[in-house]
Nanobody
């Protein structure tokens, strides 16, 4: 059973950067799709970015030019590089793996 553990969240000022990591307890090589979702207080959980086993990526329009998702199969880890952060990016960010579920989430706060 694969466990997913997010890390790298924190508090930054607008315009700052963070790199989130999602480490899996087992191989991610055969997982068809993994990704990042976020949920702000009082809002529904929304897709941020996904990456397939073949390397295809998808981004929400709101983060398209600022965030980059990547995968390191050797480390069983996916990443989300977040640049030019905005206050509206404030949320709990969750890692997702198809057929396996969710990580526990990591808080990202962007404020002056």
């Amino acid at each position: 059973q694969v466990q997913l553990v997010e890390s790298g969240g924190g508090s930054v000022q607008p315009g700052g950067s963070l790199r989130l990591s999602c480490a899996a307890s087992g191989s991610i090589f055969s997982i068809s799709l993994m990704g990042w979702y976020r949920q702000a207080p009082g809002k529904q959980r929304e897709l941020v970015s996904t990456i397939t086993s073949g390397g295809s990526t998808n981004y929400a329009d709101s983060v398209k030019d600022r965030f980059t998702i990547s995968r390191d199969n050797a480390k069983n880890t996916i990443y989300l590089q977040m640049n030019s952060l905005k206050p509206e990016d404030t949320a709990v960010y969750y890692c997702y793996a198809a057929l396996r579920g969710w990580g526990q989430g990591t808080q990202v706060t962007v404020s002056s």
